[in-house]
């Protein structure tokens, strides 16, 4: 009888360890991720309101309407987050069109972190445009904050699976 509640002591002492353990690396994670959004939505921010293009919606110009954190679908150490743009109703744009916008806006974030003094592990531009589409009258822009090896794994994927993306 005491073996087994020896047993059931441990497992139970173990459990509680694991609990610990999770509890507090996600709060770590959740810190983390919350400084990179802010660095990232502030350099968003700077940087596309630096950008003069005919196709913001003139009533919301150049307003982001919504921002999402990527990393619940490529992992939670990734530190990439969509900006939602609203454009003027009933425009569509050429593939061309919305490379020349990436590589505007990949300067302009490039500027801003240059000029904040923004490094990354990577010895590479901090903030990458890893993705631009267009949805009915919404541009989605996915900026990628190379902080980590994980977000920087995930540009070498997306790299993997669009034979066109440069990071």
């Known amino acids: ?29 959740k810190r983390l991720q919350a400084r990179s959004r802010k660095l990232t939505d502030d350099a968003m921010y ?4 630096e950008i003069d293009l005919e196709w913001f919606n003139q009533n919301n110009h150049k307003n982001i309407r919504d921002i999402a954190v990527v990393s619940d679908v490529w ?21 061309e069109k919305l490379n020349a916008l990436k590589e505007l806006l990949e300067k302009k974030l490039f500027d801003y972190a240059k000029q904040k003094k923004i490094q990354n592990m990577a010895n590479k531009p901090p903030f990458i445009v890893s ?9 989605h822009i996915d900026v990628a904050y190379i902080m980590n090896e994980a977000t920087y794994k995930y540009l070498n994927d997306i790299e993997k699976l669009e034979p066109g993306f440069k990071k």
């Open 1 to 29: 009888m005491k073996f087994w509640l020896v047993i059931l002591t441990a497992i139970v002492f173990i459990v509680i360890i694991v609990v610990i353990q999770y509890y507090i690396k996600n709060k770590e994670l």
């Open 46 to 49: 700077k940087s596309i309101n």
């Open 75 to 95: 992992g939670k150490d990734v530190m990439v987050f969509e900006y939602s743009v609203e454009l003027i109703q009933n425009q569509k744009f050429s593939s």
């Open 131 to 139: 993705d631009i589409w267009q949805l009915e009258n919404i541009l």
